[in-house]
C-alpha cells in the first residue's frame, strides 16, 4: 500500500524561502504524475504544481508560478517530492499536500479527484 508523508512546513516570514518535502513509499511513485497541493484556512483545497514522471515536465498554479520550483528524486522503492518555495506572502499560507495520480501522461491534469494517493499534509504559515 503506498504512503506519502509530507515535511518541511513551519512558519516563515515574508519574503524568506521554505522547501517541503514528501517521502513516497510502498508503491511504484516513480513511474507517476506527482503532485502538490493546498488548502488556505476557510478555503477550498487548490492546485500548486505538478510534475511528469521520466521527462519531468513541470507545471504550475498561476498564484505560485515563478516562485515555486517542484522536483522529484525518483528511486524504485522510495521517492522524494519537493517544493521549493521562495518569495512568500501571507497568501501562501495553507496545509500543504503531496498526491500521485496513477499516470504518465504529460497532460496537465489538476483535478483533485483524478489523484489517488494522498499525504495527511503539513502546515505552512507565512508572517506578514
Known amino acids: 500500500q503506498g504512503q506519502l508523508v509530507e515535511s518541511g512546513g513551519g512558519l516563515v516570514q515574508a519574503g524568506e524561502s521554505l522547501r517541503l518535502s514528501c517521502e513516497a513509499s510502498?508503491?511504484?511513485?516513480?513511474?507517476?504524475?506527482m503532485a502538490w497541493f493546498r488548502q488556505p484556512p476557510g478555503k477550498e483545497r487548490e492546485f500548486v504544481a505538478g510534475?511528469?514522471?521520466?521527462?519531468?515536465?513541470?507545471?504550475?498554479g498561476d498564484s505560485v508560478a515563478g516562485r515555486f520550483t517542484i522536483s522529484r528524486d525518483d528511486a524504485k522503492n522510495t521517492m522524494y517530492l519537493h517544493l521549493q518555495m521562495n518569495s512568500v506572502n501571507p497568501e501562501d499560507t495553507a496545509v500543504y499536500f503531496c498526491a500521485e495520480r496513477p499516470s504518465q501522461s504529460e497532460i496537465e491534469n489538476r483535478a483533485q479527484p483524478t489523484y489517488k494517493y494522498w499525504g495527511p499534509g503539513t502546515q505552512v504559515t507565512v508572517a506578514s
Open positions: 510534475i511528469t514522471p521520466f521527462n519531468f515536465k513541470t507545471y504550475y
Open positions: 510502498g508503491h511504484r511513485f516513480d513511474l507517476d504524475v
